[in-house]
């Protein structure tokens, strides 16, 4: 004799058991589509944090050579300058008003971006406001 699927058979009764069978068989296909779905997911976020993390470090590199080229560059003129007879202290203040004038720049374009950063319009389309 044997055992049904499912102990509480009494649920059922009124339903063949075929149908149960294929319904318990469409479950465990969906459970599979489902966690072959989630493995494509986290492999994905895998791949996307070691990306992200090796453009980090790339980024750092491009950075510190920016910096580097600009400091230079601000050396140059210093040297430049010292070869026509300017006098230390005024290259000195000279080298540190180019460097704040560029780092207030820098900040200015820093707030734009901010600025321009608004998620309100991504909220809206995604949940609308009842005001229109």
């Known amino acids: 004799?044997?055992?049904p699927p499912h102990?509480?058979?009494q649920s059922n009764a009124d339903s063949p058991p075929d149908e149960v069978s294929t319904f318990d068989e469409v479950i465990v296909s969906h459970k599979r589509w489902l966690k072959s779905v989630?493995?494509?997911g986290a492999l994905e976020a895998k791949?996307?944090?070691t990306s992200s993390a090796q453009l980090l470090a790339l980024m750092c590199?491009?950075?510190f050579l920016l910096l580097t080229t600009w400091l230079l560059l601000i050396a140059t003129g210093a040297a430049i300058a010292w070869s026509y007879g300017f006098s230390l202290v005024g290259i000195f203040i000279s080298a540190t008003l180019v460097t704040l004038v560029s780092a207030f720049v820098l900040?200015?374009?820093v707030k734009n971006t901010l600025k321009s950063m608004d998620f309100t319009r991504t909220l809206d389309?995604?949940?609308p406001t009842e005001e229109t």
């Open 38 to 40: 989630f493995s494509l």
């Open 107 to 109: 900040l200015y374009l």
């Open 47 to 49: 791949m996307w944090v």
């Open 125 to 127: 389309a995604i949940i």
């Open 61 to 63: 590199g491009v950075i």
């Open 7 to 9: 102990s509480d058979s």
């Open 1 to 3: 004799m044997e055992i």
